[in-house]
Nanobody, 116 residues
Framework: QVQLVESGGGLVQAGGSLRLSCAAS????????MGWYRQAPRKQRELVAA???????NYKDSVKGRFTISRDSDKNTVYLQMTSLEPEDTAIYYC??????????WGKGTQVTVSS
C-alpha cells in the first residue's frame, strides 16, 4: 500500500513563503510522476505542479514564477517551494504520486492559509 506523507502547510501572510514536502513509500511499481494538487472550498481539485522522472515540470498558470516543484527520485520525495503567496492560494494541498501503470495515489492533504 502506497503511503504519501505531507508536511509544511500552515498560515502565512500574503507575500510570504512556505515549503511543502511529501515522501512516498510502499510502492511496488515505480513512481514516474509526483505532484501537488489543491482544493479550495467549493472548488474542484486542481493541478498546481507536477514533475516527472525525466525532470520535466508543468505548472498551473497562476503559480508560474512563484512556485517551484522539485523531486528527489531516490527518496521518492517531492517538494513545492511557494513564494509570493496570495490569498487565492489558500486551499488544502494534496500530494499525488502516479506509478507506471498510471495509478494515482493521494496524501491526506495539508492546509495552506494565506492571510491578506
Amino acid at each position: 500500500q502506497v503511503q504519501l506523507v505531507e508536511s509544511g502547510g500552515g498560515l502565512v501572510q500574503a507575500g510570504g513563503s512556505l515549503r511543502l514536502s511529501c515522501a512516498a513509500s510502499g510502492s511496488i511499481f515505480p513512481i514516474n510522476r509526483m505532484g501537488w494538487y489543491r482544493q479550495a472550498p467549493r472548488k474542484q481539485r486542481e493541478l498546481v505542479a507536477a514533475v516527472s522522472n525525466s525532470g520535466s515540470t508543468n505548472y498551473k498558470d497562476s503559480v508560474k514564477g512563484r512556485f517551484t516543484i522539485s523531486r528527489d527520485s531516490d527518496k521518492n520525495t517531492v517538494y513545492l517551494q511557494m513564494t509570493s503567496l496570495e490569498p487565492e492560494d489558500t486551499a488544502i494541498y494534496y500530494c499525488n504520486a502516479r506509478d507506471v501503470r498510471s495509478i494515482d495515489y493521494w496524501g491526506k492533504g495539508t492546509q495552506v492559509t494565506v492571510s491578506s
